[in-house]
């Protein structure tokens, strides 16, 4: 494992509390495993997936386990989880076309965990984080006003009906969780 895949486990370790600090062994473990050592460097390679999720059921008992650990690169794939009952740890890639560069990781991947209402997270976080990021950017590139104010406009129109699904019933809810990450 290099330093990008201990950032990674540090991740883990910080939202799951796997093995605690004093026994990381068992993260170790988990993240040494073929599978998920396969996913992870697929996600870390170029041309590679531009997420990966990280997931477990809330314990009844507040100990989560290595062995109740799972990973997927499509929320789609989690149709039949309650997401309600799920802590989910994201990491998020936007330049999939190289590889994460080895020395400033940090700066290639978004990471976020998902550990109360998953709607209201979401509705959360584009309302005060990528909402206002959008409206504060300068740089548009080739778009022209229209597209800028178009694009605006639905990211708005996505927050409200997320604020208003949050009381719907759980099926619609997890539709809007896998429809916002895949």
């Not at 990674?8 to 370790?13: D, N, R, T, W, Y």
């Not at 950017?137 to 104010?149: A, F, I, P, Y």
Request: hydrophobic content about 35%.
């Amino acid at each position: 494992m290099d330093e990008r895949h201990w950032w990674l486990a540090g991740k883990i370790q910080e939202s799951f509390g796997i093995g605690g600090y004093d026994n990381p062994t068992l993260l170790e473990d988990f993240m040494c495993q073929e599978d998920t050592m396969r996913a992870v460097n697929n996600f870390l390679g170029s041309h590679g997936p531009c997420r990966i999720f990280f997931y477990c059921e809330k314990p009844e008992n507040n100990e989560l386990s290595a062995r109740s650990l799972q990973f997927t690169d499509s929320l789609s794939k989690l149709r039949d989880i309650n997401l309600d009952k799920v802590y989910i740890l994201y990491f998020l890639r936007r330049d999939t076309t190289k590889e994460v560069d080895h020395t400033h990781f940090e700066r290639d991947i978004v990471a976020g965990e998902i550990k109360k209402n998953a709607i209201e997270h979401i509705t959360t976080l584009l309302g005060d984080i990528y909402l206002p990021a959008l409206k504060n950017q300068r740089d548009w590139g080739q778009c022209t006003d229209e597209n800028k104010q178009t694009c605006i406009h639905t990211l708005e129109r996505l927050a409200a009906s997320l604020a208003e699904s949050a009381s719907n019933v759980q099926a619609a809810k997890q539709q809007v969780i896998i429809l916002l990450f895949d």
